[in-house]
C-alpha cells in the first residue's frame, strides 16, 4: 500500500483561508447562516471553519453544529459489524435559515444525501449548501456537487483518499492512498 501526499499543512490552511472567504462573501455576517460538520471527520473541518470565521475574520455569534447521518444511510443495513453513531449537537433551529453542510471529502454522495433527509428533524431550513475539502470526480453515485471545494481530486477505482487532522491524527494532511 503507497500513499502520495496531496495536501501538506500549509496548503490545507491557504484552502481553509479560502473557504472562508467564499463563505463570507456569499453569507455575509453569518446572522441567518449556521455550518453543519458531518460526523465523523467533516466535524473537524467545520471547527477549523468557524474558528478562522471568528478569529481571522472577526465574524461573531457563528452557529456551529454536528450531524450524524448513520442511520439515515441507504447501507446502514448492510454491514456485519456493528455501527457506532456519533453525536448530533444541533444546539439551534434550522428553521428558515441557511444551511451550510462540511464534509471533508465528498465521494458517492450518499452520506449528503443521507444528510439532508436527517436536517429535516430539525426543521425545514431556507436553502442548503454543500462545502467540501475534497471532490472526488467521477466517483458519484448521486447527482450531488459541492458549493464549495478546497480542491478536486481525480481518483480511480482503487485509491483511496485520506483526510488526517491534527486534534485526531496528529497531523493536518491529506493523501491518496493506493490499496
Known sequence: MSQKVL???KA?????HRLACQLIER????????????????VFLASRLAKILTEDYKIKD???????????????????????????????LVEDKNVVFVDDVLYT???IRSALTAIQSFGRPKE?????????????????????RGRQVDVINNEKVKVNWTEQD????VYLIEK
Open 7 to 9: 495536501l501538506n499543512a
Open 12 to 16: 490545507i490552511n491557504i484552502i481553509l
Open 27 to 42: 453569507h455575509h455576517d453569518f446572522s441567518n447562516t449556521v455550518l453543519i460538520g458531518l460526523q465523523p471527520r467533516g
Open 62 to 92: 457563528i452557529k456551529l453544529g454536528q450531524l450524524d447521518i448513520t442511520f439515515y444511510r441507504d447501507d446502514f443495513r448492510r454491514s456485519d459489524k456493528p455501527l457506532e453513531a456519533n453525536a448530533t449537537k444541533i444546539n439551534f
Open 109 to 111: 454522495g450518499r452520506s
Open 128 to 148: 442548503i449548501e454543500l462545502l467540501a475539502l475534497i471532490d472526488r470526480r467521477f466517483s458519484r453515485h448521486l447527482p450531488i456537487q459541492p458549493d464549495y
Open 170 to 173: 496528529g497531523e493536518d494532511a
